[in-house]
């Protein structure tokens, strides 16, 4: 099976969406080799006085922020959604259907340092943030209207974030986003199929004994390239244990996460040694009321890098017309980062 899965053509499934995945890796044979140039830019300062996120900094509302010390988190001054009871349907004829939505935006500052991302902070840093996704989901999970509680985090300017200074966002929403009714529907339609069996813990001990797309690991969490990646040098991060959302952790998983997440960063930065841009995000079980005991909380990373700091990966063409398409093996691109070290490079 692996050296048809090296050669030939073929479709992956994404068990968690029900979507497959196009893999060709008779087109690159050896995918790192050609250009690697290295992120050539001047370092940021500690503190930007022009920054609206650094601490003491008048925001572009008008707000001050504090002169905070560590985590700051404060309602977006420009949410998606905002906090209203207004509940209104509209349907015409099946083909112009609209509802209305709310729900909470908030940003996380992760540090009051221009200059620091996760994979320079130390562990008691990265641990505040951990904390502070924590703190927020206990918050949030508990308000009216609110079943779904996106934690998420764009790095970099190609990624879409608009201002460099560390930080990340959570939405909270109404309604369930598209992602994760896919995934709630393939969760739970394998635990009736297997009589309670959890699709990401036994998807776990499937890599565990496989060994060859771990990328990281701790005594509480496993980082792998999973089998149906789409992007180039994606990344899956689970907890070993069975858990539904951030309402379940405990310090020594909070500490755990901390750990794994610095691990991750320092890696991807480490594989082109430049500041590697990502869009990571946390997917937990829904907040509505209902066990959903067979959602198993975990993050994805979709970094768009592909040869080097400057070639990157973009969906296009037939993948944005057919179906998704990688070059790079899950297997290769595992090794690549399983093989980098955990202290930064650059």
């Given at each position: 099976?692996s050296s048809f899965l090296e050669e030939k053509s073929h479709l992956r499934k994404n068990i968690l969406t ?321 093989d980098l070290p955990t202290t930064l490079l650059r």
């Open positions: 099976m029900d979507e497959w995945v196009l893999v060709s890796p008779h087109r690159a044979k050896r995918p790192w080799l050609g250009a690697e140039e290295s992120e050539n830019k001047d370092d940021k300062p500690k503190y930007d006085s022009s920054c609206y996120l650094c601490p003491g900094n008048k925001r572009a509302e008008g707000a001050i922020n504090p002169n905070y010390s560590g985590v700051y988190t404060f309602e977006n001054d420009f949410p998606a959604l905002l906090s209203d009871d207004i509940h209104k349907e509209i349907n015409e004829d099946d083909l112009l259907i609209v509802k209305s939505e709310s729900g909470v935006c908030r940003v996380i500052c992760f540090s009051p340092r221009h200059d620091l991302t996760i994979s320079m902070m130390k562990m008691d840093n990265v641990l505040e943030v951990v904390n502070a996704w924590i703190h927020e989901t206990k918050s949030l999970s508990v308000q009216d209207d609110i079943t779904c509680i996106q934690i998420f985090e764009n790095k970099g300017e190609v990624m879409g974030c608009s201002n460099p200074h560390p930080h990340g966002q959570i939405w909270a929403t109404r309604s369930l986003t598209n992602e994760i009714i896919k995934e709630l529907r393939a969760q739970k339609r394998y635990s009736e199929e297997k009589k309670r069996s959890c699709l990401l813990c036994d998807y776990l001990s499937l890599e565990k004994e496989k060994d060859d797309r771990i990328v990281a690991e701790n005594d509480n969490f496993i980082v792998v390239v999973p089998f149906w990646a789409c992007w180039p040098f994606e990344l899956l991060l689970m907890p070993k244990e069975h858990l539904g959302s951030f309402l379940d952790f405990t310090p020594e998983l909070s500490l755990g996460l901390a750990d794994i997440f610095h691990q991750v960063t320092v890696k991807y930065d480490n594989l082109f040694k430049c500041n590697f841009p990502y869009s990571m995000g946390f997917h937990q079980r829904p907040f509505d009321g209902e066990n959903h005991d067979e959602f198993h909380l975990h993050a994805h990373f979709y970094p768009p890098l592909l040869r080097s700091s400057t070639v990157k990966k973009f969906m296009v063409g037939f993948e944005m017309l057919g179906t998704p398409q990688r070059d790079i093996t899950p297997e290769n691109a595992a090794e690549r980062l399983r």
